[in-house]
């Protein structure tokens, strides 16, 4: 078994921060791309960012400027700090991780349940 959990979200004034967290767990052998995505209300889920296991990151536009990935591979966690934070941030934010649960074979994509983050104006 495989699980991914996150932490770190809640509410937060306009112009705010936060940090989320995502810690990977189970049978995991290597872990590839990591990533947070967000999903809105009514929206589908979209990609915020992701980083590669050697580091190099990915942001959506939006996000540039704003938000830093990062991870630590000895521990299989994920971070995403959140800086100027705006009332559109607001979503459910999913930790996202391309695990080999073993020396062989492809990656799998495993997914957290989720943490809320709400901004307020």
């Known amino acids: 078994q495989v699980q991914l959990v996150e932490s770190g979200g809640g509410l937060v004034q306009a112009g705010g921060s936060l940090r989320l967290s995502c810690a990977a767990s189970?049978?995991?052998?290597?872990?590839?791309?990591m990533g947070w995505y967000r999903q809105a209300p009514g929206k589908q889920r979209e990609l915020v960012a992701f980083?590669?296991?050697?580091?190099?990151?990915n942001y959506a536009d939006s996000e540039k400027g704003r938000f830093t990935i990062s991870r630590d591979n000895a521990k299989n966690m994920v971070y995403l700090q959140m800086n100027s934070l705006k009332p559109e941030d607001s979503a459910v934010y999913y930790c996202?991780?391309?695990?080999?649960?073993?020396?062989?074979?492809?990656?799998?994509?495993?997914w957290g349940r989720g943490t809320q983050v709400t901004v307020s104006s």
């Open positions: 996202n991780a391309q695990i080999m649960r073993w020396s062989w074979g492809a990656s799998s994509p495993f």
């Open positions: 980083i590669t296991r050697g580091g190099s990151t």
């Open positions: 189970g049978s995991i052998f290597s872990i590839n791309d």
